[in-house]
């Protein structure tokens, strides 16, 4: 004799509404700053040259070793000679300063498609 269970059905994907992905990657882009690969920065704890900016929120998730995260800046202190790169997470504020601009997205899109 087989018994047999019905499963219930998953639900359908929800499908991401285009306003709310595109609200998120501006306060993303707000949080993030003026770090592009290249920049060096300065904070109240160090001067930094940015090495990555990652994107990806798994990929973010991991490095930040945080469930909520949705970026990461992969930075490097340069105040130190034997300094490892780290990721961090911490937003961009008005106490920043901006001490060289890194390369531009569309820059890196470019070089990134060769």
């Known amino acids: 004799m087989t ?3 019905a499963h219930p059905r998953p639900a359908p994907a929800a499908v991401p509404d285009p306003t709310t992905l595109e609200a998120l990657r501006r306060v993303i882009d707000a949080q993030i700053g003026p ?4 920049a060096i920065y300065q904070t109240s704890t160090g001067i ?9 929120p798994e990929q973010a998730r991991i490095l930040l070793r945080r469930r909520c995260a949705q970026w ?3 930075v490097r202190d340069i105040l130190q000679a034997s300094a490892e790169p780290l990721a961090v997470g911490s937003v961009w504020t008005t106490s920043d300063h ?15 498609a060769r």
């Open 3 to 5: 018994v047999s269970i």
């Open 72 to 74: 990461a800046v992969i």
């Open 98 to 112: 901006l001490v060289r601009e890194g390369a531009a997205r569309d820059v890196i899109r470019k070089v990134a």
């Open 35 to 38: 770090r592009r690969p290249g």
């Open 48 to 56: 930094f040259e940015v090495l990555a900016v990652v994107r990806d």
